[in-house]
């Protein structure tokens, strides 16, 4: 039916009605004292969800402008880093640092499996010349579910002592507990389509001091995405170039009730709807791409067994109007993933594992119990 | 009083009803087929606005990271360009390229004054090594209201045969015939929160035939600006990168408008507020910053004598409601600027001759025949 759709896809996610309408104001101009205010009030919030007293900086991109952003500001030709890929996304890093001329060592780990962080460990301790510059980790791993284990690469990079961390936390700022300033992390980008509750359109990076020190003597060619004058401008609430003035506006609105709500109640219910994703698919005898431990708490992909991944995607849309994602690259055709990242509450959980359950048996895909599915994720909403 | 302001600025510009509405719907998936078809018609009206059979490819930036694509994707570390300096935007232009490591020849004028043109026939005939691989143009420079002869400069770059032409047509694609295939123009940039009638957020780069060829052997560093993605994506109804689907959503509906209206149409109702405007400032004994025969159909740019620009912009923003652009750099304070580009109507501009009568008289400014200005105005919109 027309207008009935529901994204459960990792981005963009569902948006609350209250940003879409801050969304279709009248833009205002953007070097007005009206605009700077929005500025200031959105800047401060954005430094209460990244828990940082860093710079948060926001962009004109995509999260990968962003990311661009994230690793070109700090690293000069030939630079070496280690880049983590266990997915799409940390592939696209390592193309990025390779584009840029910088010397690439990637640590990669199957599609589906955390990153082996005594990797790190062993490429940082064996650096014993301080050469390597930068290491590049995908946080949550979109393309996968996984969540990689930042916490104890970040202590391998932090013995290192030389090298930044550069944090791709596009799908796990907002939806998991990642204090920035408590772990030290030097540079973390992210994207607004994601926990932001807000259209794609804007990217944001946060920098540390240890960063911007790097950002001196920094040679990389940039200039849009020179964040130095993003700072500048960030001090005088302006911006360098022109802000994409309606996403600020919805973004003003989006942490205005992500505060309402609270830190530790987004988080949970991350926590909660991800348990609950895991619960169904077990008990539907759907084999999970992503171990428990390293299950991340924005998608959940689903390597299905005995029954088409896109079929389900394509009888889910059909009949109950819902998007979920397809496989990338070579997992295209092969998984299926439910996103449950930012505006969705646990109502959108029943929901969708329910119409999950329809959709299975009227494919003839008979390895659970009717009802098991909606009962597990039940039992992990209590 | 809220919600009333009438934003008559070069950017952000007035935004439609209809594409504010198309603007606050939900979200869709970007993969999806619905989003395809968005993507396959919106590409084939912005070849038909810049009148171009060129990819005319959309990337998630403002119009200044548009201009940057335009430029690194066609260029190697040290390459000699000219780019072309009379406003706050070509000198913005040779500061990217000196970002990147070109070779930089500046031809510059005095704000308000157009480029002078045998300067670029001079500059082009005495390279005979053939060394010049692009110059860089701003046709309407926003900052002064100048439009430069863009039409003559072209000939001499044809003339050279090596060079490439890149144009800034951020306030000018959509105001002022530019007929790119007939101009062979390389490379023309533009941004969405201009002629196109939509917010800020999308930057447009049309990409010709011999541009693609620099491109194949051009060495800047690139990935989230390399149009080379975009081409290949663009071909398959796609982008390489999440769009922002919403501001996809507003040109979609924006296009239909404008492809509605016509362009004949359009660029006539640009001309003859241009000339409203001119007339009217005439007759109010307000100096005009650029001369007639170059002046700006998006923005006219007033340079006030016996009355101070900030107190003629501030008063009409308290009483009138009425968003006026102000100076930029040196001409900080000495200037307003009033635009007229996108989706004003023949109304905007006698509201905004009549509040700047009323303005005038209030600050004590006594050097016309009250009435005069809206007279003169509405002469030229006979």
């Given at each position: 039916?027309?207008?009935?759709?529901?994204?459960?896809?990792?981005?963009?996610?569902?948006?609350?009605?209250?940003?879409?309408?801050?969304?279709?104001?009248?833009?205002?101009?953007?070097?007005?004292?009206d605009?700077?205010?929005?500025?200031?009030?959105?800047?401060?919030?954005?430094?209460?969800?990244f828990?940082?007293?860093?710079?948060?900086?926001?962009?004109?991109?995509?999260?990968?402008?962003?990311?661009?952003?994230?690793?070109?500001?700090?690293?000069?030709p030939?630079?070496?880093?280690?880049?983590?890929?266990?997915?799409?996304?940390?592939?696209?890093?390592?193309?990025?640092?390779?584009?840029?001329?910088?010397?690439?060592?990637?640590?990669?780990?199957?599609?589906?499996?955390?990153?082996?962080?005594?990797?790190?460990?062993?490429?940082?301790?064996?650096?014993?010349?301080?050469?390597?510059?930068?290491?590049?980790?995908t946080?949550?791993?979109?393309?996968?579910?996984?969540?990689?284990?930042?916490?104890?690469?970040?202590?391998?990079?932090?013995?290192?002592?030389?090298?930044?961390?550069?944090?791709?936390?596009?799908?796990s700022?907002?939806?998991?507990?990642?204090?920035?300033?408590?772990?030290?992390?030097?540079?973390?980008?992210?994207?607004?389509?994601?926990?932001?509750?807000?259209?794609?359109?804007?990217?944001?990076?946060?920098?540390?001091?240890?960063?911007?020190?790097?950002?001196?003597?920094?040679?990389?060619?940039?200039?849009?995405?020179?964040?130095?004058?993003?700072?500048?401008?960030?001090?005088?609430?302006?911006?360098?170039?022109?802000?994409?003035?309606?996403?600020?506006?919805?973004?003003?609105?989006?942490l205005?009730?992500?505060?309402?709500?609270?830190?530790?109640?987004?988080?949970?219910?991350?926590?909660?709807?991800?348990?609950?994703?895991?619960?169904a698919?077990?008990?539907?005898?759907?084999?999970?791409?992503?171990?428990?431990?390293?299950?991340?708490?924005?998608?959940?992909?689903?390597l299905?067994?005995g029954?088409?991944?896109?079929?389900?995607r394509?009888?889910?849309?059909?009949?109950?109007?819902?998007?979920?994602?397809?496989?990338?690259?070579?997992?295209?055709?092969?998984?299926?993933?439910?996103?449950?990242?930012?505006?969705?509450?646990?109502?959108?959980?029943l929901?969708?594992?329910?119409?999950?359950?329809?959709?299975?048996?009227?494919?003839?895909?008979?390895?659970?119990?009717?009802?098991?599915?909606v009962?597990?994720?039940?039992?992990?909403?209590?």
């Amino acid at each position: 039916m027309d207008d009935k759709a529901m994204l459960m896809i990792p981005g963009p996610t569902p948006v609350p009605e209250t940003v879409l309408r801050a969304m279709a104001k009248h833009p205002i101009g953007h070097r007005s004292g009206d605009f700077s205010k929005i500025i200031s009030e959105v800047n401060a919030n954005l430094k209460w969800l990244f828990q940082t007293q860093n710079d948060v900086l926001a962009i004109a991109a995509s999260g990968t402008g962003a990311m661009e952003a994230a690793m070109i500001n700090f690293l000069s030709p030939g630079d070496q880093v280690i880049v983590g890929c266990n997915g799409k996304f940390g592939e696209r890093w390592a193309d990025v640092a390779k584009a840029f001329g910088l010397d690439v060592q990637i640590i990669s780990a199957e599609w589906g499996k955390p990153l082996d962080t005594e990797a790190f460990r062993t490429a940082l301790e064996a650096d014993s010349q301080k050469a390597i510059k930068a290491v590049v980790i995908t946080h949550s791993e979109t393309s996968t579910g996984v969540l990689n284990d930042l916490e104890t690469i970040n202590q391998h990079v932090k013995a290192h002592g030389e090298a930044l961390i550069i944090v791709d936390a596009v799908t796990s700022l907002g939806a998991y507990n990642l204090p920035i300033d408590q772990l030290g992390l030097d540079v973390v980008g992210s994207g607004s389509q994601k926990g932001f509750m807000i259209p794609p359109g804007l990217g944001f990076v946060s920098v540390g001091e240890k960063a911007w020190q790097a950002y001196e003597t920094a040679k990389l060619p940039r200039f849009y995405f020179d964040l130095g004058k993003y700072r500048k401008s960030a001090a005088k609430d302006s911006t360098p170039f022109t802000p994409p003035i309606n996403l600020y506006f919805a973004l003003h609105a989006a942490l205005e009730m992500m505060r309402a709500e609270g830190l530790e109640a987004i988080f949970a219910r991350h926590e909660r709807h991800k348990q609950a994703a895991r619960a169904a698919a077990k008990a539907l005898g759907l084999p999970l791409l992503a171990p428990d431990e390293n299950a991340s708490p924005a998608v959940t992909a689903i390597l299905p067994d005995g029954v088409e991944a896109e079929q389900i995607r394509s009888a889910m849309r059909k009949q109950f109007d819902i998007a979920l994602a397809g496989g990338q690259d070579h997992l295209k055709g092969k998984i299926f993933r439910i996103g449950h990242l930012g505006f969705v509450c646990d109502r959108d959980i029943l929901t969708i594992i329910g119409a999950l359950e329809a959709t299975l048996q009227s494919l003839g895909y008979e390895r659970f119990t009717p009802g098991s599915g909606v009962a597990a994720a039940s039992q992990q909403l209590q």
